[in-house]
């Protein structure tokens, strides 16, 4: 990304008040935690008010009291979504308290940087106690960074509820760009590379770390990944939950054979979503942008079925946080740019993570299962083929979204991988 510029482009209509000025916070410890503070006269970096816009909420809720319902079709997930099923999620759509959403955003520090004509937004949660380790979280779809909610404050004050201080991190949690209140990327979409290089301009030119450290599962996996290979000299560690490794070049073990026979079960059974996403986005977000039926059925349905379980059945992942993801898409008019990652890996020369060059850089894995719909798990062994492996764990509950299903397990995780890595860097 560097000496490339791009327009920024408005985020659909207007959504928010204007910025108002940045905001400074204090400088804790050897880590060099900034908030709202650019260290480069270049990074244009403003204070952000999560304000959702009434008149998207109010047309949100006419298309909500008039939808039309499809014809008739199964009643359990076997076709996709039941219609009995899609029927109370909208009408719970219709009666969501959104100005409740919307002040649990406000009580966060939001900011948006423009990085060469490329708008991000982050949230940033400030830790508490002990010396702070700055950590970059970076989400997936159909998410944003409000899967992280719920662990934001276990992460950054564990004294809070009852842990170590010294556990403690300085929360970076950016939107993708194309979700939520990040800019959508150019026509032509950025790779995993790409937002790699905005990620730690983010972390080093803009907030000014020397050194942290990243999670990222989903489509942020694949971009954690990238930032580790390209920046070894400022990522200390990454943790990764359940990443989708591509093919390596044979031979293969009896693992990674039978791995990739599941991925390819798994893909002509689960996989039109992802082909449809690269290859005709267009076509598709055109549907879902008009119709909040649609988006509800297309995201719920992928919720429903990567989510882990609860006792009762139900899947793991509440239904406040799905109707505040919903909104989040809804109103930011964001759900067409973010199917732009999945056309850009497929179609932009060497976008695959290369195998049989590990990065230096120390790397967790969590494999979290549980999930309705079972996804692949690849193995160590797979695994260690592009990564520095030095902690490994699987566990059978959690599925594709741990921090909201299992916080408390997906926090352990963290703080367990990045302990060893809490030596004071070198300013």
């Known amino acids: 990304m560097r000496g490339r510029r791009y327009t920024a482009r408005p985020v659909g209509p207007p959504r928010a008040q204007p910025p108002t000025a940045g905001r400074r916070l204090s400088v804790d410890g050897a880590w060099g935690v900034r908030c709202f503070r650019p260290v480069t006269a270049h990074a244009a970096i403003e204070q952000f008010e999560p304000i959702l816009d009434r008149g998207a909420l109010e047309d949100l809720r006419g298309r909500l009291s008039r939808w039309r319902t499809a014809p008739a079709g199964s009643d359990d997930w ?6 009995a099923w899609l029927a109370e999620l909208l009408a719970d759509w219709r009666s969501f308290d959104t100005s409740r959403f919307e002040a649990r955003l406000r009580a966060l520090d939001h900011a948006r940087v423009d990085l060469d004509g490329q708008l991000i937004h982050f949230v940033c949660v400030r830790g508490r106690g002990g010396d702070p380790l700055p950590q970059l979280l970076t ?8 899967e992280y909610l719920a662990v934001f404050d276990l992460l950054s004050d564990p004294a809070a509820s009852g842990g170590d201080a010294a556990d403690s991190f300085t929360v970076i949690a950016p939107s993708l760009p194309g979700f939520g209140f990040s800019a959508p990327p150019p026509s032509e979409g950025l790779s995993a590379g790409a937002i790699a290089e905005l990620w730690n301009r983010l972390m080093t030119e803009v907030l000014g770390y020397s050194r942290y450290v990243a999670h990222g599962s989903d489509l942020g996996a694949g971009v954690t990944a990238r930032v580790a290979r390209a920046h070894p000299e400022a990522v200390a560690g990454i943790h990764l939950a359940t990443p989708g490794l591509p093919p390596p070049p044979r031979p293969w073990s009896d693992a990674e054979e039978g791995h990739f026979a599941e991925v390819e079960a798994w893909a002509a059974e689960e996989g039109g979503y992802a ?21 509800a059925a297309w995201i ?16 793991a992942f509440d239904r406040e946080l799905l109707l505040s993801t919903l909104t989040l898409y809804w109103v930011t008019g964001t759900i067409a740019s973010s199917l732009r990652p999945y056309w850009t890996y497929r179609h932009e020369p060497n976008s695959a993570l290369a195998p049989g060059d590990p990065s230096p850089v120390p790397t967790a894995v969590s494999i979290f299962g549980g999930e309705r719909v079972p996804f692949p798990k690849p193995p160590r062994e797979l695994a260690e083929r592009y990564f520095t492996i030095r902690a490994w764990e699987e566990h059978d509950r959690g599925g594709h979204f741990p921090a909201v299903a299992e916080p408390d397990l997906f926090v352990r995780a963290l703080r367990d991988a990045f302990r060893p890595l809490r030596a004071t860097p070198t300013a």
């Open 300 to 315: 719920g349905e992928k919720v429903s079925a990567w989510s882990s379980t609860t006792s009762d059945g139900q899947p």
């Open 78 to 83: 076997s076709r996709g979504v039941p219609g």
């Open 275 to 295: 082909h449809v996403h690269a290859t005709k986005p267009s076509t598709l977000a055109a549907a879902l942008a008009d119709s909040p039926a649609g988006l």
């Open 139 to 146: 989400h997936g779809w159909p998410g944003s960074f409000c």
